[in-house]
């Protein structure tokens, strides 16, 4: 199915963001997709398959690490980046089936200037009145708004106590978002994700930045695109 294809491929890149802290130099925030629904009953069905899917971001000043497990650990996904060039190395493991994207931040430089022209349409906008206290943290609603060329919108939970980066949304660079959301749902058309934090550390063991690329298939992000939407009908999505 297009449309779940869909979400899935932006769900994966929900995850994939640097980084960095205001009041918080090393960390990790756990967050889970608590609550999904649609309109439309196989849909349903198929986004009931992503509840629970857990994400793991784990930061400190040089590097920034995003680990999850989706559909039951039938996909398994860490991206890490390192803040100082923001080379990235993007690990997909979809039931054995390995995949593994580098890239610069020149690299990436002409992709996100092909998105520059969306993501100014985008529009942003805070609520101060409308605060959630999230593991401790005051949060203010923010909202963005998509339009016909990006019918997606996000209500987000943001701490300015957590500061986020403005690339925080993998492939919507340039929106510079006032503080990290600890919990935030993606609507689009009939169906919506939430997405909460569950667990906030400020200490970490450094070893966790070393991930084994052992087995994986390199290859560009072009032919990881490609390789997503083979994997979708696989799945009958």
Do not use: W
């Not at 960390?27 to 986004?47: F, P, R, T």
């Not at 006032?178 to 689009?188: A, R, S």
Request: glycine fraction near 6%.
């Amino acid at each position: 199915m297009k449309k779940f294809t869909y979400v899935l491929y932006s769900a994966l890149f929900l995850m994939s963001f640097q980084i960095t802290a205001q009041e918080l130099s090393e960390g990790l925030i756990k967050m889970e997709i608590s609550e999904v629904s649609s309109d439309n009953e196989q849909v349903a069905a198929q986004l009931e398959m992503m509840k629970g899917t857990e994400t793991v971001y784990t930061f400190s000043k040089e590097k920034s690490l995003v680990t999850a497990n989706m559909m039951g650990g039938m996909i398994k996904i860490k991206s890490l980046v390192n803040n100082a060039d923001e080379h990235l190395t993007f690990l997909f493991d979809a039931m054995g089936q390995k995949m593994m994207v580098e890239s610069t931040k020149e690299e990436r430089a002409a992709m996100e200037a092909d998105q520059k022209e969306l993501v100014e349409s985008l529009d942003i906008s805070y609520d101060e009145d409308d605060t959630k206290e999230i593991l401790g943290y005051k949060c203010i609603k923010a909202t963005i708004s998509g339009d016909e060329e990006f019918p997606m919108d996000f209500s987000m939970y943001v701490s300015r106590d957590i500061k986020a980066s403005n690339e925080l949304i993998q492939g919507l660079q340039g929106i510079d978002l006032d503080g990290f959301p600890l919990e935030y749902i993606m609507e689009m058309e009939q169906m919506s994700m939430t997405y909460t934090a569950t667990e906030l550390k400020t200490e970490i063991d450094a070893s966790v930045f070393e991930i084994n690329t052992s087995g994986y298939q390199k290859m560009t992000f072009q032919e990881f695109q490609e390789q997503m939407g083979a994997f979708g009908g696989g799945m009958g999505f």
